[in-house]
């Protein structure tokens, strides 16, 4: 029995876990090592950090906190932000992390996924892909720099584009839901998850039980991710994974 | 003492960090000397059939293990490493595996409505009782990411299946020959109880 994903997110600055609402405001919640096994002991069926670290000395604290958390963590494990090259990944993964998930420096230079899934595989190339609806309604651009910056670059033909170059995964975060709590944005979720044959996580908007659900049945996720609502416990992961079983979706129990 | 085969393979460290964690001591090698000299031996893997067995060609490792296996030593393939160990991979048609054991690696069917790869926690079935999961129950969940999967030739070499749109050989055990398609080292306490039994042999 395959069963659905429930990923919490860990936002790192300078080694410390943050998380930002809208990605704007931070908070400092604590030790990335004690979160990540935290998560495992509470039913994540993995982790993924993100790191939002904007100094180039401070670079080298996530390669710490990888050393770190592999000593610690027995479940996979997803590093993501400020890569940009090859030699990133192969640091990253050499210190024991499964995956990499990379977003601006593929869209500026896509042939980054062709590259690091040939030398490691497509499975650890995880492409992570901010999309916010176009006000004209009719589809999603992609946008840089941690939402900052429209590329005006098709969502849909963004995904399949990673797929063909062999991105292993795509991290879909819906901007226009991400802190709003209001549920995630099911149709994007849907559009790109049936356009690809290789496994969409659904990020941005999760508030309630319902939307975890509603991510899987309607939005045809593969796995569900949320950072805050988690971090702060204001909903227990094995309290989503119980309610989805209820809702008749597999998970790992 | 465990040696882990350092054949350029990704992941090597989650298995080092797991066995550490239970208290084993670890060298990661590709010594001939000292991997005849461990008492056991892992060879983990993420990556490329053909690319994996260039490797183990270039480091002249085939025979290595080869001899490991004759000599009884336990031996354990994770992933890439379990598909290493028999006879041939759709992934790389041409080249020849390590034939340790009898049967083909193929490619998930595309048909099936199923994303490929396999990402994710799916659980097992236990056809034959094997000795990796003493106090594993059926129905446990381990973790998988593999786009190819194992046909095995001989049904009694399997001691573990799991469902993806076909009945995948998710793990066998012949003599002192041991394999996993899923990550022990990355499937929580589960993986970490199959590592212990692999230490306790």
């Known amino acids: ?253 | 003492m465990i040696a882990i085969i350092d054949y350029d393979a990704g992941n090597i460290k989650s298995v080092e960090k797991a066995l550490q964690s239970l208290g084993e001591e670890v060298i990661i090698t590709r010594d001939e000397s000292v991997l005849l000299l461990a008492d056991k031996v892992i060879l983990p893997g993420v990556g490329a059939f053909g690319d994996a067995m260039e490797r183990l060609n270039e480091y002249g490792l085939i025979s290595v293990i080869k001899k490991i296996v004759e000599n009884k030593t336990p031996f354990l393939g994770i992933c890439l490493g379990l598909q290493l160990l028999f006879d041939s991979s759709e992934e790389a048609p041409g080249v020849k595996g390590l034939g340790i054991l009898p049967g083909k690696i193929v490619r998930f069917p595309s048909d099936r409505g199923l994303k490929i790869p396999q990402i994710g926690w799916n659980s097992l079935t236990q056809p034959n009782k094997g000795r990796l999961f003493k106090g594993i129950d059926d129905g446990e969940f381990v973790y998988f990411v593999h786009s190819y999967y194992l046909m095995a030739e001989d049904m009694s070499d399997v001691v573990a299946t799991t469902e993806y749109g076909v009945t995948v050989h998710a793990s066998v055990e012949r003599d002192n020959i041991f394999a996993c398609q899923f990550h022990p080292e990355k499937s929580s306490d589960v993986g970490l109880k199959i590592l212990k039994n692999f230490i306790d042999l």
């Not at chain 1, 809208?22 to 908070?27: D, E, Q």
């Not at chain 1, 590259?115 to 004209?136: H, M, W």
């Not at chain 1, 795509?170 to 991400?178: E, G, Q, V, Y």
């Not at chain 1, 939307?211 to 950072?227: S, T």
């Open chain 1, 1 to 253: 029995m395959h069963t659905i994903r429930v990923i919490p997110c860990l936002d790192v600055n300078n080694g410390r876990v943050v998380k930002g609402v809208n990605f704007v405001n931070l908070r400092d919640a604590g030790d990335p090592v004690e979160c990540a096994v935290a998560y495992d002991r509470a039913g994540a069926d993995e982790v993924v950090f993100l790191d939002i670290t904007a100094s180039s000395d401070g670079r080298d604290t996530v390669v710490d906190m990888v050393r770190e958390v592999a000593k610690k963590l027995f479940i996979p494990f997803t590093v993501g932000g400020g890569i940009r090259t090859v030699d990133d990944f192969k640091v990253i993964l050499r210190e024991g992390a499964d995956k990499v998930a990379v977003n601006s420096a593929a869209i500026k230079r896509p042939e980054l996924i062709r590259e690091a899934a040939e030398k490691f595989g497509s499975q650890c190339v995880v492409v992570a892909i901010d999309a916010k609806r176009r006000e004209a309604n009719d589809g999603w651009n992609i946008y840089l720099n941690g939402g900052r910056v429209d590329t005006g670059i098709d969502a849909l033909k963004w995904a399949k584009q990673a797929e063909s170059l062999g991105a292993g995964e795509i991290l879909l975060t819906s901007m226009d839901c991400d802190g709003t709590k209001a549920g995630f944005d099911v149709e994007l979720t849907r559009t790109i998850a049936d356009a690809v044959n290789i496994p969409v996580i659904a990020s941005g908007g999760a508030g309630t039980l319902d939307h975890f659900v509603e991510a899987v049945k309607q939005g045809h996720a593969d796995a569900v991710l949320a950072a805050s609502l988690f971090h702060f416990k204001e909903l227990e992961i094995k309290e989503v994974k119980q309610y989805m079983r209820d809702n008749d979706i597999d998970v790992r129990l």
